[in-house]
C-alpha cells in the first residue's frame, strides 16, 4: 500500500523567504503527483500537478520537483507572503487511488 | 463554470438516523471519489468509481455505501451513522482513474453525528 509523508508538520518563517516543502512516497508506480493548498475548515485548491514523466512544474512563484526514482518531491515557494499562510498536501495518483500526505503548515510572519 | 458541488455543507445528526451527502460534476468526469479528512490524519479515501456502474472500496468504507447511477452524480450513504463516522467529507473528480489530468475538489461537507 501507498504510503505518503509530509515533513515537516509545521513550518514558521519570516515573510520573504524562500522555503521548501517535503513529499516522500514509498511506490513509485505512479502516474503523477498534485500539490495542494487548503485554509483553515476549507477545500483544496490545486497548485500545481506534475506527471509522472516529468521533472518539474512552475507557477508563479511555486516551482515542484518530483523524483519518481526516490519516492519524493519538493515544493519550493519563492518570496513568501503572509498570504501563503495554510496547509499544504501533497497526493500521488496511483490509477485506481489516491493517497494524501497529513501535510505541512505553514505560517509566514509578517 | 467546471465544478464539483456537494450537499449538505454542514450536517448535524444522530446516531442511526440514515443520511446521503450528493455530489456532483459537471465536467463529464468519469472518475469520482470520496474522501474523509481527520486531524493528524490527512485525507483518506472511502469509496471511489471508475465509471457509471463501477464503484470500489478505498481504504476506510466500513460504514458507508456509494452508488453510481449517473456519470455525474456520486451520492455517499451512511445508513447509520456513529460518532467515529464525524468529519469533514471531500467529493472529488477527475477525467479517468489511470490519467494524467488532477483531481477537482468540491467545498466538503462538515459532519456531525452526536
Known amino acids: 500500500k501507498q504510503e505518503v509523508t509530509q515533513i515537516p508538520a509545521a513550518l514558521s518563517v519570516p515573510e520573504g523567504e524562500n522555503l521548501v516543502l517535503n513529499c516522500s512516497f514509498t511506490d513509485s508506480a505512479i502516474y503523477n503527483l498534485q500539490w495542494f493548498r487548503q485554509d483553515p475548515g476549507k477545500g483544496l485548491t490545486s497548485l500545481l500537478l506534475?506527471?509522472?514523466?516529468?521533472r518539474e512544474q512552475t507557477s508563479g512563484r511555486l516551482n515542484a520537483s518530483l523524483d519518481k526514482s526516490s519516492g519524493r518531491s519538493t515544493l519550493y515557494i519563492a518570496a513568501s507572503q503572509p498570504g501563503d499562510s495554510a496547509t499544504y498536501l501533497c497526493a500521488v495518483n496511483t490509477g485506481n487511488q489516491f493517497y494524501f500526505g497529513t501535510g505541512t503548515s505553514l505560517t509566514v510572519i509578517p | 463554470e467546471a465544478q464539483v458541488t456537494q450537499n449538505p455543507r454542514y450536517l448535524i445528526t444522530v446516531t442511526g438516523k440514515k443520511l446521503t451527502v450528493t455530489c456532483s460534476q459537471n465536467m463529464n468526469h468519469e472518475y469520482m471519489s470520496w474522501y474523509r479528512q481527520d486531524p493528524g490524519l490527512g485525507l483518506r479515501q472511502i469509496y471511489y468509481s471508475m465509471n457509471v456502474e463501477v464503484t470500489d472500496k478505498g481504504d476506510v468504507p466500513e460504514g458507508y455505501k456509494v452508488s453510481r447511477k449517473e456519470k455525474r452524480n456520486f451520492p455517499l450513504i451512511l445508513e447509520s451513522p456513529s460518532p467515529n463516522q464525524t468529519s469533514l467529507y471531500f467529493c472529488a473528480s477527475t477525467q479517468t482513474g489511470g490519467s494524467y489530468n488532477e483531481q477537482f475538489f468540491g467545498p466538503g461537507t462538515r459532519l456531525t453525528v452526536l
Open positions: 506534475i506527471q509522472s514523466s516529468q
